[in-house]
Each structure stands twice: as structure tokens, then as C-alpha cells.
């Protein structure tokens, strides 16, 4: 037979800290995605080159189902990943890892924080 003795008063702590985490996901996370978003959307913004401005403004985030980032011009990959004719001109996919990397770190201390 196994004797097995429960603190009530840790096992409280624990749930109300799970409770916390709860909350915290179903609410600041979803402000935090929409935040880096934003955040992808202007670096890629300020770092795409510029020749007519129809890319630079084809740049957008929003959300529906999923937060999204996009460039909507059609030869927007192009110029991100270039052709046998065109160096590469990296804007995006290096600014959504830079912030993408960011938030990480952010949800990171915030949950550190809140399970202390």
C-alpha cells in the first residue's frame, strides 16, 4: 500500500496558476499575434525596395480566422526569393523571423511571470 500525503494549500497554487495561464491564452495571446503582425508588416515595409510603391503598399496584416501578414502584389515572391535574371531582395520572410523571435521571447517571460 502506498501512503501518498497532498499539501491542498500547493495543489491550490498550481490551479491558480493553470487558471491564470488560462486566461492568458485566450486573451493576450491573440493581442501579442496581432501586435507582431503589425510589427512584420512595417519592417517588411521600410526593408522591401521601392520602385513604384505598388509592393511597399500591396503589404498588409489582418485577421479572420488566423492572423495573417501578406504582400499581395503578384510578383512580391520575386522579388524575396529573386530569379535566374534578379538578385534576391530579402524583406519578408527575415523580418517575420526577427519578430516572430521576438514574440517568443515575450510569451516566454510572460509565462515564466505568471507560473513564478
Known amino acids: 500500500m502506498i ?52 509592393l511597399q503598399s500591396s503589404i498588409n496584416y489582418g485577421r479572420d480566422k488566423n492572423v495573417y501578414v501578406e504582400a499581395k502584389a503578384e510578383y512580391a515572391p520575386f522579388v524575396e526569393f529573386g530569379t535566374k535574371h534578379q538578385k534576391k531582395k530579402p524583406y519578408f520572410y527575415k523580418n517575420a523571423e526577427i519578430e516572430l523571435n521576438l514574440l517568443f521571447k515575450k510569451l516566454s517571460r510572460s509565462i515564466k511571470r505568471i507560473i513564478g
Not at 22 to 43: G, H, L, M, P, W
Request: proline share 2%.
Open 3 to 54: 501512503d501518498i500525503k497532498v499539501n491542498t494549500q500547493d495543489i491550490n497554487k498550481i490551479l491558480y496558476k493553470i487558471s491564470k495561464l488560462d486566461n492568458y491564452s485566450e486573451t493576450d495571446i491573440d493581442k501579442q499575434f496581432a501586435v507582431t503582425a503589425s510589427a512584420i508588416s512595417r519592417r517588411a515595409k521600410i526593408d522591401v525596395p521601392v520602385q513604384t510603391g505598388f
